[in-house]
């Protein structure tokens, strides 16, 4: 059965940093593409950042990109969402999620995904 359970969220100020960690196991992680995902209260969940098996390729939303860098350690079956210069917008519930194909490129589109962890709050105060 796969798992994924982040980990590192909490409250901070505006201008401040957190690092998110999702650690999987399960399946073969080093093989599945990762994303992060959040949802604020009201909203729909949308994408954050994703990178690929390999970690060679990494994929950003417009709104964090220069802020926020995803990065993977296949290691320790670990994904980790270094998010800097946080702002009140970024206020949400982040999911990290795996991939639903092996060895396949996922990016933006939740659907390409099939296991998803928990969620982590994440609050950025003004």
């Known amino acids: 059965q796969v798992q994924l359970v982040e980990s590192g969220g909490g409250l901070v100020q505006a201008g401040g940093s957190l690092r998110l960690s999702c650690v999987a196991s399960g399946r073969t992680f080093s093989a599945y593409a990762m994303g992060w995902f959040r949802q604020a209260p009201g909203k729909e969940r949308e994408f954050v950042a994703a990178?690929?098996?390999?970690?060679?390729?990494?994929y950003y939303a417009d709104s964090v990109k220069g802020r926020f860098t995803i990065v993977r350690d296949n290691g320790k079956n670990t994904v980790y969402l270094q998010m800097n210069s946080l702002k009140p917008e970024d206020t949400a519930v982040y999911y990290c999620?795996?991939?639903?194909?092996?060895?396949?490129?996922?990016?933006?589109?939740?659907?390409?995904?099939?296991?998803w962890g928990q969620g982590t709050q994440v609050t950025v105060s003004s």
């Open positions: 999620a795996s991939c639903g194909l092996r060895r396949s490129t996922c990016r933006q589109d939740e659907y390409e995904y099939d296991y």
């Open positions: 990178i690929s098996w390999g970690g060679g390729s990494t």
